[in-house]
């Protein structure tokens, strides 16, 4: 779409394909978010929008890491890319808009929750973070401001812009997320597990809802680092036992001895409430993983996908895994994205037709 009309207010109306950007939702590192309003159905997006010529090639480069990771996750509680369009100057990520807020806010809002409400956050959170592991995803900046909240108060695991793609029995190096949030290993400038890394994030948020502060906090971040690395934290009385025993182990500064999103999905204080609602669970889907019998077979849009994921960069190495006539990893994602974008023709268009001022 290419018209710029008047809106209500006399203002010029800037379109993004088919949607009508409207009041600024926030700011990240890479950009502005605005809303976006469907001209036909009104159906209301987040845009975020990346000045290439701002941003440095690294920068660049981790927007379009963000993008193909969440190219391959669908799941409910995650924050779903609708649509990626782009010109010479901007990159524009059309993202689903929830109207809740920030967990965080309302965290404080409330001061601390009843186990009750901290455990439905808490499935929705490992529910949606198991189904990111499954696809080799750890997020790595897990925390109350990255958690957003839908007009159900249902969550949404946003910010995909520390996510890594973690494949095989491969280590990470890069140090992220917020020292707050962060587990030892990380802090300590180790090679580090990111599922482990994610684990002990979800404890201390965990460890947040019920008790409205942190456990770990110090206004000098020397001193913060070290009580994390110590891992030694203070546990309330008004914890359920159950749920000490849990964030115990989740908050457990040995990362071979930290427990799995296995154990917690099995975990006493996990499991109960029988009244309690479950966690929604995406649509399955099966893809099937063939046989790709020459180069000439392989997508280029895909190929490209995988290259920004960031751990394929050896791509004589990537085209062999891909031709391979076994089953692994490289072809699996490659079929998840081929599917994304069989199922989504629409993503990652190509247009001047963008009008903004």
Known sequence: MSSSGKDNSGAHANYVGPYRLEKT????????????????????????????EK??????MK??????????????????????????????????HVSGGELFDYLVKKGRLTPKEARKFFRQIISALDFCHSHSICHRDLK??????????????????????QVGDSLLETSCGSPHYACPEVIRGEKYDGRKADVWSCGVILFALLVGALPF???????????????????????????QNLLRGMIEVDATKRLTLE?????VWYIGGKNEPEPEQPIPRKVTIRSLPSAEDIDPDVLESMHSLGCFRDKNKLMKDLLSDDDNQEKMIYFLLLDRKERYPSTRIRTSHLVMT
């Open 263 to 267: 154990q917690i999905q099995k975990h």
């Open 63 to 96: 927007v379009e890491r963000e993008i193909a990771i969440l190219k391959l996750i669908e799941h409910p509680h995650v924050l779903k890319l609708h649509d990626v369009y782009e010109n010479k100057k901007y990159l524009y990520l059309v993202l689903e």
């Open 55 to 60: 941003l440095s090639e690294s920068v660049l």
């Open 25 to 52: 939702l926030g700011k990240g590192q890479t950009g502005l978010v605005k809303l976006g309003v469907h001209c036909v159905t009104c159906q209301k997006v987040a845009i975020k929008i990346v000045n290439r």
């Open 144 to 165: 109350p401001e990255n958690l957003l909240l839908d007009e159900k108060n249902n969550i949404r695991i946003a910010d995909f812009g520390m996510a890594s793609l």
């Open 217 to 243: 906090d110090d206004d000098n971040l020397r001193n913060l680092l070290e009580k994390v690395k110590l891992g030694v934290f203070h546990m309330p009385h008004f914890i359920p036992p159950d749920c």
